[in-house]
């Protein structure tokens, strides 16, 4: 530590003798991560400095000198005019000093009344409420993308698999829409934290709340806040609304992965289902004929990354006591970091999506194969009064008799079916059609084109219900 030279490097420096050496102010400062924060933290001292104006705890002069003073801050930060001070701790302490070099007195009333630790949590849930809504913008155009191709491909047949196995036969609009609805809930997730987000800590102050007259209502309703925080303890110290925004990115990304998986696969050559176009697709550096899906993989790569983000806040969390404490400002390399890589991702996969060639006749072709219309026989079987397991049974022996001679179910003549069981013929050769066998699933939400088109029109209606709530709630 050096001697302090003029006594005002930190605004604490009325109780320190030093100064902080450059190691302390490097491992102690957060301005690198969290100067991203500097259009929330413009606006709540905004409306705190005009709040503290209506209440009479600042003259309208200083309200006007603090609010023009920081509209320019803004401004020359964005047009890229102002570079922060490097010793300043964080978004909160470079703006406040910058504030005060440009209109002195007044910009030295500005933290009456308020802390940096309700102010940070205030900037903090304004921002995930701003990003969650371009996020949602983002995943509601992915679910756009998806009903498109959906509605496209309602009677492209397909194999389903379990156990990456053939099972089934499905309508590739059906497999692309369960992803539709994976999205769906990740939106809901994410609106939820935009709930747990809209609360205003402002006022809190540093833990206990303050002696002055101040009103929380005003400043939150003029940050676009519902309501405000009941505890001025737990207000300081809840990051939930960052958990909660972290968790919707995270499985988010699981779920963009799985899909990412199935691209990579479908388009392996064995495969073959679709062709990712070359804007989604890398060569490689040594073998001329490769094309491979890097933007498919990285996206499944990335996940593990928003899983450890939220790992990362949780455990911050996990063992701190009330209120407010340093480890706090840890939480925004996660937060930001899930964000950000959920966006760019949901822009990838959508990209990939509405650019990629679906190689429909690929996916009939594999359709034939594997004795999909097993189950269908067996239900035949069954639906003429055979108990459903010998049915089982029965067929098990004709999928093993057509292995050993490899032939598929359908090249079976209805003679060859009789005489396995004397309640199979010529309908047993209907069922058998891959086609119809998708058609025959007309359970709810099951694959046949008719419960499919159900399934566009409510991803529809889903779809609008959450492009309405984007729209009746515009960023502050
Ligand atoms: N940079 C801090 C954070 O992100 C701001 C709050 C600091 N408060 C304090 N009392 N040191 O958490």
Redesign the pocket.
């Known amino acids: 530590m050096s001697a302090t030279p003029e006594g005002g490097a930190t605004p604490w420096s009325g109780r320190f003798e030093r100064t902080p050496e450059r190691f302390q102010q490097r491992f102690g400062a ?1 301005l690198p991560v ?1 100067q991203r924060l500097y259009a929330e933290d413009v606006a709540g001292s905004i409306a705190h400095a005009r709040m503290l104006g209506a209440q009479g705890v600042l003259s309208r002069e200083d309200v006007d000198a603090i609010v023009s003073g920081l509209q320019a801050i803004r401004e020359d930060i964005e047009a890229g005019r102002l570079q922060f001070d490097v010793a300043s ?4 302490m470079a703006i406040e000093k910058e504030l005060v070099r440009r209109v002195g007195e007044a910009g030295k009333r500005l933290h009456t009344a308020r ?3 309700d ?2 949590a205030t900037d903090a849930r304004l921002f995930v409420k701003r990003r969650v809504q371009e996020i949602v913008a983002l995943a509601n155009r992915l679910r756009a993308t998806i009903v498109d191709l959906a509605e496209a491909h309602v009677e492209t047949v397909m194999p389903g698999y379990t156990h990456m196995q053939k099972a089934q036969p499905v309508s590739f609009a059906h497999h692309l829409l369960a992803y539709f609805w994976m999205v769906t809930r990740d939106v809901r997730r994410l609106r939820a934290a935009y709930d747990a987000a809209d609360v205003s800590p402002l006022g809190s102050a ?1 833990l206990a709340g303050t002696t002055f007259p101040i009103d929380r209502r005003a400043t939150a309703a003029e940050l676009g806040f519902s309501s405000v925080a009941p505890n001025s303890m737990d207000a300081v110290s809840d990051r939930d609304f960052a958990a909660d925004a972290i968790y919707a990115c995270a499985l988010g990304m699981v779920h963009l992965s799985r899909l990412c998986e199935e691209l990579v696969l479908w388009s392996i050559e064995e495969f073959g289902f679709v062709t990712l176009d070359d804007a989604w697709a890398t060569g490689s550096s040594i073998m001329p004929q490769k094309k491979n899906p890097d933007f498919a993989e990285l996206v499944r790569g990335k996940t593990g990354r928003t899983v450890g983000d939220l790992v990362a806040l949780l455990v911050t969390l996990k063992g701190l006591p009330l209120a ?1 404490n ?1 480890d ?2 840890e ?2 390399e996660p937060l930001f970091d899930a964000l950000d890589t959920y966006a760019d991702s949901l822009v990838a996969v959508e990209g990939m999506l509405s650019t990629m060639r679906v190689n429909t006749e690929r996916m009939a072709a594999a359709a034939l194969g594997g004795y999909m219309a097993a189950t269908d026989l067996a239900d035949l079987l069954a639906s003429k009064g055979v108990p459903f397991r010998e049915a089982h049974e029965i067929v098990g022996r004709l999928v093993l008799a057509c292995e050993r001679s490899g032939r598929r179910l359908q090249d079976l003549s209805a003679a060859e079916l009789t005489a396995a069981c004397p309640d199979l013929g010529e309908d047993a050769l209907a069922a058998l059609d891959i086609q119809s066998v998708v058609a025959r699933r007309t359970s709810e939400g099951g694959t046949a084109p008719e419960r499919v088109r159900e399934q566009i029109a409510a991803a529809g209606a889903s779809l609008a219900a959450d492009e309405r709530w984007l729209a009746e709630n515009p960023p502050v």
């Open positions: 957060s969290d701790e964080d978004i909160h802390s940096r630790n102010q940070v540093a407010y340093k706090m400002q939480d925004k």
